[in-house]
């Protein structure tokens, strides 16, 4: 058996499997767990160069079972983090999903990737939860894992275990197309690079025609908005990890909501590095940057095709009294419609600063099935 000092003086290339030897015999040795664990807290004392080769060991699949799950034991109680989804989560309003995004900022662990856990208090959960979840975790986390910590959230359970989110996730090798029947549910990976999305997008929109049986102008409706919101995903956010676009039905009012979310560099960086230079300086000014960029015309890269998907998305949601929501950065551009005492309709626009950083960009609507007015399929970029 190995001592603690034969253990320091290994060489580098055999620092690892020595460790595996030093554990195993702790655990054949221990009648208590605790003793084995003692044993890895004597091994990170050997000094901080030994922290990196135990979280190596704790996800290498070759590492002996026993030996693995100590391990992750240990990572696990140093890089725990946990987030609280509250009682009647809401898609579109920035009061509700910022302090989310302020939580998962706080889950970060530089340089190592953290074990999140998701506190559902109640049975509802938003498109807009799930994809910035998604897109955070896909990045930070090397597992996510949901617990319901009260009775009545139980009632999510099935449904998220039906649909397995967490497993879609953290595995790079899963399918990036998932659509729940039952939930009228479904979401996608949008990877760097991808070339596959029009494919996805159209089994998305036909999965929801199936359920729904919806009208060709709405399901032409649909397909446009997915793909301005994803193609402002691919050509501008720059991203290096997943993005994800979550879909979700509701009947009452009939409606379809989705959400998209990205960690690339954000909105604020993509007018700091605009050729023209007023939106250069706009990138100064606390909130003015996120209400230009969804203004038709508006170009950062100086070919006047940035923007159009937003303004266009934008004007969608005026025109049908369509709540939106945007955020990125440390600021909120919010569109919400109401109807005033008369029955007349009223369409509030709103652009706050936030207290939360979020790297990337969140945008959130929903798409009413009312036979909407589209301006998205003849939007035109503006002449050169």
Not at 253 to 279: E, W
Request: glycine residues 4%; positive net charge; aromatic residues 6%.
């Amino acid at each position: 058996m190995l001592t603690l000092d034969e253990l320091h003086d290994c060489p580098r290339k055999q620092r690892r499997p020595a460790i595996v030897e030093f554990l195993s015999h702790a655990l054949a040795d221990a009648s208590d767990v605790t003793v084995a664990r003692r044993a890895v807290y004597d091994i990170l004392d050997l000094g901080s160069r030994w922290r990196h080769d135990i979280f190596a060991l704790a996800k290498a699949p070759d590492t002996p079972d026993d030996v693995r799950q100590l391990l992750i034991g240990y990572v696990r109680s140093v890089t725990g983090r946990s987030v609280t989804i509250p009682d009647r989560p809401d898609i579109l309003h920035r009061q509700e999903v910022c302090p989310l995004l302020h939580a998962l900022q706080h889950c970060r662990i530089p340089r190592e990737h953290c074990y999140l856990t998701v506190n559902f208090a109640s049975a509802h959960a938003s498109v807009t939860t799930f994809a910035a979840i998604a897109a955070w975790a896909s990045r930070n986390a090397h597992t996510v894992e949901f617990a319901y910590t009260k009775r009545r959230a139980e009632r999510l359970k099935s449904f998220l275990d039906r649909i397995d989110i967490a497993q879609a996730v953290c595995t790079r090798s899963a399918e990036p197309f998932r659509f729940d029947d039952k939930g009228t549910f479904g979401f996608l990976r949008i990877d760097p690079g991808a070339e596959n999305m029009p494919q996805l997008i159209d089994q998305l929109v036909e999965s929801f025609h199936s359920r729904l049986s919806l009208q060709p102008r709405i399901a032409a409706v649909l397909t446009e908005t997915l793909n301005s919101l994803i193609d402002n995903v691919l050509q501008h956010a720059r991203i290096d990890s997943p993005a994800w676009l979550f879909a979700s039905h509701h009947p009452k009012p009939a409606g379809i909501r989705l959400a998209v979310c990205d960690l690339g560099v954000g909105i604020k960086k993509t007018f700091r590095d605009a050729q023209d230079d007023k939106l250069r300086e706009l990138a100064d000014h606390p909130t003015a940057w996120l209400k230009q960029s969804a203004e038709p015309g508006v170009s950062t890269t100086g070919n006047n095709q940035p923007g159009i998907g937003l303004s266009a998305i934008k004007k969608f949601c005026r025109e049908n009294t369509a709540p939106l929501l945007i955020i990125s950065g440390d600021a909120s551009h919010q569109l919400a419609g109401r109807t005033t005492a008369r029955g007349e309709a009223r369409f509030d626009q709103s652009t706050n600063r936030e207290k939360t950083t979020w790297q990337g960009t969140l945008v959130a609507l929903e798409l009413p099935l009312q036979r909407p007015h589209n301006p998205l399929a003849n939007t035109q970029p503006p002449p050169t």
